[in-house]
């Protein structure tokens, strides 16, 4: 099982400033990679795909890169509605696994 | 636009069965693999079921092989997750979801999720 391990687990920062997260995978996954959002009562949000591609409906603000093992999610400013908790997940090897989340709070 | 609407959850004494459901609309079901996601009050998300989109190939997260089962019934654009054997780690919110494509393995819609709760 690839294990997916997220840092930091909680990252506090301003409305307008750059976030950056991590997720490292214990083996690689190539480039078979996706990152979500998820916002406290709702589902989550597909926001990345193949390590880098906004799904539909994404803003240009969210930016993925990584591959292999190193994996980065962007927030190049953040916005009141980005304040959430945030899930990388692997999609290279049965079964399919979660990192453990980043927290997104305001600072 | 894309719904699914879960049904079907509740308590549920420990060795218990349960089966939960998920009504698709707004796409073609037949066309797309989906999947359950599990998540445990206050904790991450787990992947639990995948089905391909004319129901001959399942994977299944390490923990419910063998205990759960996933399933479809096209004509009715409904997916179903029997779980047996239930155990108090069982306790989660279940999500369905809608693969990308045919077996992309990106989840890019999701239900609201139904609550499971195991408990004597």
């Known amino acids: 099982e690839r294990v997916m391990t997220q840092s930091p687990a909680t990252l506090s920062a301003s409305p307008g400033e750059r976030a950056t997260l991590s997720c490292r995978a214990s083996?690689?996954?190539?480039?078979?990679f996706a990152w979500y959002q998820q916002k406290p009562g709702q589902a989550p949000r597909l926001l990345i795909y193949?390590?880098?591609t906004r799904a539909t409906g994404i803003p240009a603000r969210f930016s993925g890169s990584g591959a292999g093992t190193e994996f980065t999610l962007t927030i190049s400013s953040l916005q009141s509605e980005d304040f959430a908790v945030y899930y990388c997940?692997?999609?290279?090897?049965?079964?399919?696994?979660f990192g453990g989340g980043t927290k997104v709070e305001i600072k | 636009q894309v719904q699914l609407v879960e049904s079907g959850g509740g308590e549920v004494q420990p060795g218990g069965s349960l089966r939960l459901s998920c009504a698709a609309s707004?796409?073609?079901?037949?066309?797309?693999?989906m999947h359950w996601v599990r998540q445990a009050p206050g904790k991450g998300l787990e992947w639990v079921a995948f089905?391909?989109?004319?129901?001959?190939?399942?994977h299944y997260g390490d923990s419910m092989e063998g205990r759960f089962t996933i399933s479809r019934d096209n004509s009715q654009n409904t997916l179903y997750l029997h779980m047996s054997g239930l155990l108090s780690e069982d306790t989660a919110m279940y999500y369905c979801?809608?693969?990308?494509?045919?077996?992309?393995?990106?989840?890019?819609?999701w239900g609201q999720g139904v609550m499971v709760t195991v408990s004597s």
């Open positions: 083996q690689s996954v190539n480039t078979n």
């Open positions: 193949g390590a880098s």
């Open positions: 707004g796409f073609t079901f037949t066309s797309y693999a």
């Open positions: 979801a809608k693969d990308l494509g045919v077996a992309w393995l990106m989840l890019d819609h």
């Open positions: 997940q692997q999609y290279n090897n049965w079964p399919l696994t």
């Open positions: 089905i391909q989109s004319d129901g001959t190939v399942r």
